[in-house]
T-cell receptor, first 114, second 112 residues
Framework: SAVISQKPSRDICQRGTSLTIQCQVD?????MFWYRQQPGQSLTLIAT?????????ESGFVIDKFPISRPNLTFSTLTVSNMSPEDSSIYLC???????????FGQGTRLTVV | KQEVTQIPAALSVPEGENLVLNCSFT??????LQWFRQDPGKGLTSLLL?????REQTSGRLNASLDKSSGRSTLYIAASQPGDSATYLC???????????FGSGTKLNVKP
């Protein structure tokens, strides 16, 4: 299994500002993903973080709003830009070694935008 | 498009009961199905992964089954404990899609 450290665990931010969330894995992983979980909802995939290249975004999510970096096989960041109260959610990092392998999640970042 | 449904949305049982959580999905062309638990405000903890070729997986008091042809999976929890109280999510990974489709979860409360 993989141990994932996600930082910060929570934050309260002013609207119009940006927050960068870090995801650090204790071993090299092939696949890294970022999910959003809005209050009372299930998880929605934001994007797949690709090592050394631009992330692959799901419909409804754009790079200008959610820039993602993945400089190596153990680390990724997600930035939530120009935040509004609608961005208040839990953001989760997930990793896998392959499509048919177990997925592991970080403990999440609970973001509140005021 | 794959749709995943979990029934019931919430369940409250007394401690010691055996219980079953249900997950159904609309497209049987899947790589695998995974069950997770989520405590309030926290991330997801992996419980069991079932590959498409498997019928069931067991871990301790948990047993998950998969009937791909009918698009159904169940999570059986034996001798429930208050510490089992959490939201349980199932997720399916379709063929040729690099993503999970999640159900909306079953919120379980086990009363002492």
């Amino acid at each position: 299994s993989a141990v994932i450290s996600q930082k910060p665990s929570r934050d309260i931010c002013q609207r119009g500002t940006s927050l960068t969330i870090q995801c650090q894995v204790d071993s090299q992983v092939t696949m890294m993903f970022w999910y959003r979980q809005q209050p009372g909802q299930s998880l929605t995939l934001i994007a797949t973080a690709n090592q050394g290249s631009e992330a692959t975004y799901e419909s409804g999510f754009v790079i200008d709003k959610f820039p993602i970096s993945r400089p190596n096989l153990t680390f990724s960041t997600l930035t939530v830009s120009n935040m509004s109260p609608e961005d208040s959610s839990i953001y989760l990092c997930s990793v896998q070694q392959g499509l048919n392998t177990e997925a592991f999640f970080g403990q999440g970042t609970r973001l509140t935008v005021v | 498009k794959q749709e995943v449904t979990q029934i019931p949305a919430a369940l409250s049982v007394p401690e010691g009961e055996n219980l079953v959580l249900n997950c159904s999905f609309t497209d049987s062309a899947i790589y695998n199905l995974q069950w997770f638990r989520q405590d309030p405000g926290k991330g997801l903890t992996s419980l069991l992964l079932i590959q498409s070729s498997q019928r069931e997986q067991t871990s301790g008091r948990l047993n998950a089954s998969l009937d791909k042809s009918s698009g159904r999976s169940t999570l059986y929890i034996a001798a429930s404990q208050p510490g089992d109280s959490a939201t349980y999510l199932c997720a399916v990974r379709p063929y040729n899609f690099n993503k999970f489709y999640f159900g909306s979860g079953t919120k379980l409360n086990v009363k002492p």
